[in-house]
């Protein structure tokens, strides 16, 4: 397999380096990701600025290109100008932080992911739950490998993408989930500046608006890797045929 690699903390985080050491037992590895830290800027891309792309070398001396643009930038550059092959499977991850219930809309590593199945490519995205960069990894990488594992052999639906949670430590086991309906409250704390004036830094505490045994963080909750396949139609087809009925 020629997998292409991206994400969204940077070419240089260890989640990178753990899921290019992990794909490399697939195939040939690319990494093409930002050069700084790109979290939370979902599916922006950049328009008003030049890109620039320069070889450099990861911490654990494989050679990767560092893009000096968002994730969905990455994705697309890759796919335009610095491959010169199609890959057969996208990757992005694994991020440090939760990409699961609301955080999926927000995120620059799922929409690398997703990027690349507008692109008509395979693609899955992985996050460790746990934000440090230090956290244990080895179950993501195993998750991803499994996932890796899947897509090869089964393939996947058309615009589909996979997008794998799992907690740091070891694997306890994977569950196909949906992804919860879930917000942040209490978003912003307030400070002031030396000039005496506020500004103020989002934080806020994840709120779960929904229950069952099938969402991606019930099984996280219970210590499973969660993978919800998601794609980019954001047309809520039931409201369609419901709103249907009543023609302009
Ligand atoms: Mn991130």
């Known amino acids: 397999m020629r ?14 380096l753990a899921l290019a050491e992990t794909a490399a037992r697939f195939g040939e590895v690319h990494v093409v990701a930002p050069d700084r830290q790109q979290s939370a800027v979902g599916h922006a891309i950049t328009v008003t600025q030049p890109l620039r792309a320069d070889h450099v070398l990861m911490r654990n001396g494989m050679q990767a290109t560092a893009v000096s643009g968002t994730p969905a930038d990455c994705v697309k550059l890759a796919h335009d100008k ?16 939760s990409n699961a219930g609301v955080n999926t809309i927000y995120s620059g590593t799922v929409s690398a992911a997703t990027e690349a199945t507008i692109l008509g490519y395979p693609a899955i995205a992985v996050s460790c739950t746990e934000f440090s960069e230090k956290a244990d990894l080895s179950g993501c990488c195993d998750a991803a490998a499994k ?4 897509v090869r ?3 996947l639906p058309p615009s589909v993408l996979l997008n794998i949670n799992a907690p740091a430590g070891p694997l306890k086991g994977m569950k196909w989930t949906r992804q919860a309906n879930s917000r942040y409250v209490e978003e912003f704390e307030q400070r002031t500046d030396p000039y005496n004036r506020p500004y103020y830094w989002i934080t806020g505490k994840f709120e779960l608006r929904d229950e069952g045994e099938d969402l991606d963080i019930t099984a996280l909750q219970a210590g499973y890797a969660a ?19 009543n023609p302009f």
């Open 147 to 150: 996932a890796i594992a899947f």
């Open 153 to 155: 052999d089964h393939g």
């Open 227 to 245: 993978v919800t396949p998601i794609h980019y139609d954001l047309t809520n087809h039931q409201a369609l045929e419901t709103l249907r009925r």
């Open 82 to 97: 610095l491959l010169d092959f199609k890959p057969d499977l996208v990757l992005s991850g694994i991020n440090h932080g």
């Open 3 to 16: 997998i292409l690699i991206c994400n969204d903390d940077g070419y240089y985080s260890n989640g990178i």
